[in-house]
């Protein structure tokens, strides 16, 4: 068991490290960055946000979660809730549906992926009635 906890805590320490060289790596970018700023009239670029960096899910690969949204949405006879999608999705994928945590975890990211698929106009929210597709294949 000792030996195991050696060789993790050794991976841990190297991944440390690999990210530590990565942000220098990073900061240095920014500072060029942010003297190009300054010779081009922008005095303050500290004040430019950080992007948001989204993080992937475990569950899906890329474009996945949408997929099987838009199934689900085409193949309904009426708008459906975001939970019954989610519980839906989990169904299809074989996740386990008795831990309330993963049911929540898994109802954001759908109602995540619903909403920048209304953005792209593909779904729409009918009232609080629930989403529908605006795919016209049927």
């Not at 898994?106 to 779904?123: F, P, Q, T, Y």
């Amino acid at each position: 068991m000792v030996s195991a906890l050696v060789e993790k805590r050794s991976e841990l320490a190297g991944q440390i490290a690999e990210m530590e060289k990565r942000i220098a790596r990073h900061q240095a970018d920014l500072i060029h960055i942010d003297a190009v700023l300054r010779m081009y009239g922008k005095d303050d670029p500290e004040t430019i946000k950080p992007k948001d960096i989204g993080r992937r899910s475990d569950w899906f690969r890329p474009r996945e979660c949408a997929r099987l949204i838009q199934d689900i949405l085409r193949d309904a006879p009426g708008p459906v809730l975001t939970r019954d999608v989610a519980l839906r999705i989990m169904e299809a994928k074989g996740i386990d549906q008795g831990d309330p945590q993963v049911v929540n975890t898994l109802k954001r990211s759908v109602l995540g992926a619903l909403k920048r698929m209304r953005d792209l106009e593909k779904v729409s929210m009918d009232g609080a009635v629930g989403w529908s597709t605006n795919d016209q294949r049927s």
